[in-house]
């Protein structure tokens, strides 16, 4: 079974300073997805990791995906305020048609 | 346009009680899928339609019951709700094929009183 572990569970930052979020998963997938979640809210679509190497970038958030680490990291480059959220990764996995399993969130906070 | 939306929003009712959640997605996807989430936000998938075919079910207990009239539409019905019930209900779509990403809802918080 595809289990998607996130690392850390809860970050606090200082706005201004950078740092990574980790997502490791147990099995071969060739892609990997992020999500963002603000509170009482849905889940939004930050980006899709669709091959090996693949790297992505919006705004102060960067993506990448190492497959044959099982390994995707969210990057925040000079965190603001307004990153604060919840973020989640996804793999697809399993002999399910269109299952995708999510880590536990990483709830982040930036303080002034 | 809203994309992917649900009714109620809010749904407050006792233990014991039937209610139905609405899934419209007008996105033109093949595949809706209904995810929980829990009061820790551990989310996790329920079910999942292509093309109105039950394709995903996981463990879920059978008083929960998916309905999809057409391709637009994949509405959840549960039967004599429980405490453990009470989460945050999501729907979400995509296109076919897994590798497209899933669209959410904005999602009904269902408490069970």
């Known amino acids: 079974e595809l289990k998607v572990e996130q690392n850390p569970l809860f970050l606090s930052m200082q706005e201004g300073k950078n740092y990574t979020i980790y997502c490791n998963y147990s099995?071969?997938?060739?892609?990997l997805y992020w999500y963002r979640q603000d509170p009482g809210k849905s889940l939004e679509s930050l980006f899709v990791?669709?091959?090996?190497?693949a790297v992505k970038q919006e705004g102060r958030l960067m993506a990448s995906l190492d497959t044959k680490a099982r390994l995707s990291t969210l990057h925040i480059t000079a965190a603001v305020h307004d990153l604060s959220a919840t973020y989640f990764c996804?793999?697809?996995?399993?002999?399910?048609?269109?299952?995708?399993?999510f880590g536990q969130g990483t709830i982040l906070t930036v303080h002034p | 346009d809203t994309a992917v939306s649900q009714t109620p929003k809010y749904l407050v009712t006792q233990m014991g009680n039937d209610k139905s959640i609405k899934c419209e997605q007008n996105?033109?996807?093949?595949?809706m899928y209904w995810y929980k989430q829990d009061s820790k936000k551990f989310l996790k998938i329920m079910f999942s339609?292509?093309?109105?075919?039950?394709?995903i079910n996981e463990t879920v207990p059978n008083r929960f019951s998916p309905k999809s009239p057409d391709k637009a539409h994949l509405n959840l019905h549960i039967n004599s709700l429980e405490l453990g019930d009470s989460a945050v209900y999501f729907c979400?779509?995509?296109?076919?094929?897994?590798?497209?990403?899933?669209?959410f809802g904005p999602g009904t918080r269902l408490t069970v009183t």
């Open positions: 979400a779509s995509s296109q076919e094929g897994f590798s497209y990403e899933q669209y």
């Open positions: 099995t071969t997938s060739d892609r």
């Open positions: 990791l669709l091959s090996n190497g």
């Open positions: 996804a793999a697809p996995g399993g002999t399910s048609y269109g299952k995708l399993t």
């Open positions: 996105l033109g996807h093949d595949t």
């Open positions: 339609y292509n093309n109105k075919e039950l394709i």
